[in-house]
């Protein structure tokens, strides 16, 4: 490679890393998912304990959102973990067995076979799952309470947050298997440069 093309690379890898840093950095800033969903969580029970909507009708749309928060949630992880791989590579296009001591480690350790979610996303899924277990338990004992009731089609919304949960659960499953398969694809297709 000439020297000029070999500056060219250079220079279109350095800012391929920084965009890709930057790309990590927007999907850890979006502190305003977990406040979103905590606000529409508490505005959505609020309308049901004054009957504005139905109890069992909030109680399922919060489980949707919570639903729709976690999956952003691996979502991001994803594109985190897509990302560090992709720096790790050009890392490994400038770094030598020497850097491994002078700089850092990591460029020469191995992929990990399964994404990993880093403690910042284990925490905002961690929130989504509890607000999900709290409303859930609140609605089974708010609810449940009495039975006895005869069942008629109004009533059987009560069972509306249960199989919505079901649903987001089949959703969530899909959707991580999904983003596993692509994690396995990139670090098979893509393993970075080997070690000098």
Not at 98 to 114: L, S
Not at 147 to 160: E, M, Q, R
């Amino acid at each position: 490679m000439s020297q000029p093309e070999n500056e060219r690379r250079q220079e279109f890898l350095i800012s391929m890393y920084n965009q890709t840093w930057n790309n990590i950095n927007r999907h850890i800033n979006v502190i305003w998912q977990p406040i979103g969903v905590l606000i529409a969580a508490l505005g959505l029970l609020s309308f049901g304990e004054k009957n504005i909507i139905n109890f069992d009708v909030a109680t399922a749309l919060i489980i949707l959102f919570c639903g729709w928060f976690i999956a952003h949630v691996y979502d991001s992880s994803h594109w985190f973990n897509r990302n560090l791989i992709i720096i790790t590579n050009i890392e490994k296009q400038f770094l030598n067995d020497r850097d491994e001591k002078e700089i850092h480690y990591f460029f020469k350790k191995p992929f990990p076979e399964k994404e990993m979610m880093i403690t910042h996303f284990r925490l905002q899924r961690m929130l989504g799952q509890g607000i999900i277990i709290v409303v859930l338990f609140y609605h089974f004992i708010t609810r449940f309470d009495n039975v006895n009731t005869p069942l008629t089609l109004g009533s059987l919304l009560i069972f509306l947050p249960y199989l919505t949960l079901i649903g987001v659960l089949n959703y969530l499953k899909t959707h991580i298997d999904s983003i596993n398969s692509k994690y396995q694809e990139l670090i098979k297709k893509s393993p970075g440069k080997e070690s000098e």
